[in-house]
Nanobody, 124 residues
Framework: VQLQASGGGLVQAGDSLRLSCAAS????????MGWFRQAPGKEREFVAA????????YYADSVKERFTISRDNAKNTVYLQMNSLKPEDTGVYFC??????????????????WGQGTQVTVSS
């Protein structure tokens, strides 16, 4: 499956952004989906994940209460609504698909397909 992330940009602290990730396949609903981010010089880290049916979600502690992951299986798209952004949220954001489910999978190696990433920069 091919994934295309979009929606990144340059914002100020406290602002909001909504990222989207469109999948190429109609079998999108068979995949759990996740968002990761990577800051310069740092490892890729887990942000959020959502189950196939959207019945379950899971978040990194650093984004709980600020970020919301959702999906629209009819549109083959997963979203990440980011509110109250902080400078430490800066990084390249990647969406990823997991064939075997497991909404609590937080390691990049658990995911099978990756999008190209979209840059999010939060200024103080």
């Amino acid at each position: 499956v091919q994934l295309q992330a979009s929606g990144g940009g340059l914002v100020q602290a406290g602002d909001s952004l909504r990222l989207s990730c469109a999948a190429s396949e109609r079998t999108f609903s068979r995949y759990s989906m996740g968002w990761f981010r990577q800051a310069p010089g740092k490892e890729r880290e887990f942000v959020a994940a959502i189950s196939r049916s959207a019945s379950s979600t899971y978040y990194a502690d650093s984004v709980k209460e600020r970020f919301t992951i959702s999906r629209d299986n009819a549109k083959n798209t997963v979203y990440l609504q980011m509110n109250s952004l902080k400078p430490e949220d800066t990084g390249v954001y990647f969406c990823a698909a997991d064939r075997f489910g497991g909404v609590t999978n937080v390691r990049p190696l658990d995911y099978d397909y990756w999008g190209q990433g979209t840059q999010v920069t939060v200024s103080s």
